[in-house]
């Protein structure tokens, strides 16, 4: 291989998991550039775009791609379940990976794999011309394999459905990571918000041994205080935080204190 050979950019996430470290990720609902390079600058190994529940545009999760990479941080963007080009476009914007929501059975995980991977795994469709590919700078056959290598197929499992079929899934070539949604899981057993619920506990513990058996990282959301926790449990990719959140405990603390210092006054 010539030393002149362009390459993809290798993903911070994956190289993070393969050295055994844990990554920690902001959920972005914001559309603005400004709040993916706030996390950046804070340190963040990755935000967590969202075309799920979000009314993102492409040109919003271009540019927080754009953002983050100025910070060495990468992106996930969760995407929308749709057709093959919802799966693949934010991989072709050079995010460094996708999670996909609400997997229910072995047959939907594989379809997964057959839209997002290049042969021998899958049957994604190509264009290297884009910010991936470094508008087709990166030869194609490079291109084929870094984008196996250094992409990540993050699949969410948040529902009762999949639950006998976890094992057969986190075996799949092509899958990096199984996600635990606990609060969608919690509806599907009807037990909405019930965070202790035996059957949720159960399967929290299920998804990262899974993950544990077949090589693949197990993902989440958490807080401070249950971190450790997750991460004994076999847990390495930790959502902590949202910026909605964060913004929002900022304001009522200000008007908390302020209101105080009024009422003090009156």
């Not at 050979?5 to 393969?18: D, F, G, I």
Request: net charge negative; with cysteine.
């Amino acid at each position: 291989m010539s030393e002149n050979t362009m390459h993809m950019r290798p993903s911070k996430v994956l190289a993070r998991l393969r050295q055994g470290k844990v990554v920690l990720c902001l959920k972005v609902n914001l559309a603005d550039a400004r709040v993916a390079e706030i996390a950046g600058i804070a340190g963040y190994d990755c935000i967590w775009a969202d075309m799920e529940h979000v009314a993102n545009d492409w040109s919003v999760i271009e540019q927080q791609v754009w953002a983050a990479k100025a910070h060495d941080m990468d992106v996930m963007v969760r995407v929308a379940r749709g057709s093959y080009s919802d799966h693949v476009k934010p991989l072709e914007l050079d995010a460094a990976g996708i999670m996909v929501p609400h997997i229910m059975s072995l047959a939907d995980a594989k379809r997964v794999v057959s839209m997002t991977r290049f042969h021998p795994v899958g049957r994604r469709p190509v264009d290297g011309g884009n910010a991936d590919g470094s508008f087709c700078a990166v030869d194609i056959h490079t291109y084929f394999r870094e984008a196996n290598r250094e992409r990540f197929v993050c699949v969410q499992i948040e529902d009762p459905e999949p639950v006998d079929d976890l094992d057969a899934i986190a075996a799949l070539d092509g899958i990096d990571m199984l996600f635990f949604g606990p609060a969608d899981f919690s509806q599907g057993i009807g037990a909405p918000a019930v965070w202790d619920h035996p059957l949720l506990v159960e399967t929290r513990r299920k998804v990262a041994a899974a993950c544990g058996k077949h090589g693949k990282y197990a993902g989440t959301v958490g807080a401070p205080s249950t971190l450790a926790g997750l991460v004994d449990m076999g847990y390495s990719f930790i959502g902590m935080g949202a910026d909605v959140i964060a913004i929002g405990d900022y304001c009522r603390g200000l008007l908390t204190e302020c209101r105080g210092t009024l009422k003090e006054r009156a």
